[in-house]
């Protein structure tokens, strides 16, 4: 059946609303319309694609890919490995077979073939490699934080490690004080001590992304470059369009959660929304306003109110920042992280440093009191 598979890969900047079909409801990050907003208002040297599997005329399965042509591993090496790689600093064309979030990425395969699914993925990326080397990238990395692709194609040509896990929270009650009674006696008295000293000032609303001015859309868009610049890893650019784009293009099912002083933004969380979980999707803060009123805290626990509100099942809160999110009741979300190098040399020497910088990682979703880890390991708390 596979036999007439072809893969296609379209440029992302055209509408390909077809593609939607194969994306569950539930799953608006994946929908092309987002896809489409971001990279759109992606500042990098980036070059967006949609994979897309047909067999005649019948679409099977997609999934997205783009190109950044200036990757750097600043920010991801620690230790032995970041002294090797700053004596030899380097930039790699790189393409990553997944949406540019990290947390939610998969392959999109229609129910009628689930059953062959990982033969499906494996083709697909083997025509997806044939097309990226016409395109001279040398480093392809697939990311998934549901599924291990266990299939022959990347058993025999990637490096499988898990890298930076994404977090979640479930919700099996009905509001904010019953859920604080399920947290540990510590982490609830410390939850509580900020709360009661949060201060008269600070106020923090959700709306729709679409009723932010202009104005605002600029001041999240300087709070999101504050936030960006603390990270080590300095990967996505977005531009000032972004923001005002995401309203307009998402309707109700973009939210932003904004903290003001004085009427003044200083605070801001991103949030899309499904039928029965939100997604943070990302964060940004005035610094010199942090320490004062603990706006990363109080934005998160807005956050959790919001989902109770609401009746939602599960909140994504994002990777990084672990110890304040598994305070307040989070879990880890394994992400499955591939990476093959177009070199060989590259893949043995590179590949081994990578595997090696992440073991920590596995260390972490391994363990039965995460918490133990991060008290011992700095790395992970930011």
Not at 101 to 115: D, T
Not at 247 to 270: P, T
């Amino acid at each position: 059946m596979l036999n007439n598979l072809q893969v296609k890969m379209l440029r992302s900047d055209e509408a390909y609303e077809e593609l939607d079909a194969l994306v569950s409801d539930f799953n608006i990050q994946h929908k092309t319309k987002y896809l489409q907003t971001l990279t759109k208002n992606l500042d990098n040297n980036f070059e967006g694609y949609f994979a897309v599997a047909q067999i005649d005329s019948e679409i099977i399965a997609w999934t997205y890919v783009f190109i950044d042509g200036d990757f750097a591993f600043d920010g991801v090496l620690s230790g032995l490995g970041e002294k090797i790689y700053k004596l030899l600093p380097k930039k790699f064309k790189t393409a990553f077979i997944s949406s540019p979030v990290a947390e939610y990425n998969m392959f999109h395969v229609s129910r009628k073939y689930k059953l062959i699914e990982a033969l499906i993925i494996g083709k697909m990326t083997e025509e997806i490699l044939v097309f990226l080397k016409n395109k001279k990238a040398e480093l392809v990395i697939v990311k998934d934080h549901i599924n291990s692709y266990n299939c022959d194609f990347y058993r025999a040509n990637f490096i499988h490690l898990h890298f930076m896990p994404g977090t979640y929270i479930d919700f099996n009650c009905s509001c904010f004080e019953e859920y604080l009674m399920c947290l540990k006696k510590k982490w609830r008295a410390n939850i509580r001590n900020r709360i009661n000293r949060r201060k008269d000032d600070l106020k923090i609303e959700i709306i729709n992304a679409a009723e932010l001015t202009e104005e605002e859309c600029a001041s999240c868009h300087e709070l999101y470059f504050q936030t960006r610049d603390k990270q080590r890893l300095k990967h996505e650019l977005l531009s000032r369009d972004y923001f005002c784009e995401c309203g307009k293009m998402l309707g109700e099912k973009c939210k932003m959660m904004v903290a003001k002083i004085s009427g003044k933004i200083i605070g801001f969380a991103q949030l899309l929304e499904n039928e029965n979980d939100v997604i943070n999707v990302r964060m940004g803060m005035d610094y010199d306003c942090n320490k004062d009123y603990n706006l990363y805290h109080h934005l998160l626990y807005k956050n959790i109110i919001y989902c109770l509100e609401n009746n939602k099942k599960r909140l994504y809160t994002s990777q990084t920042c672990y110890r304040p999110k598994i305070e307040a009741g989070a879990k880890l979300l394994p992400l499955h992280t591939y990476i093959y190098f177009q070199n060989q040399l590259f893949q043995k020497i590179f590949g081994r440093i990578i595997k090696s910088n992440c073991r920590c990682y596995s260390e972490l979703l391994e363990a039965e009191n995460p918490a133990e880890i991060l008290a011992k390991n700095k790395k992970f708390c930011s």
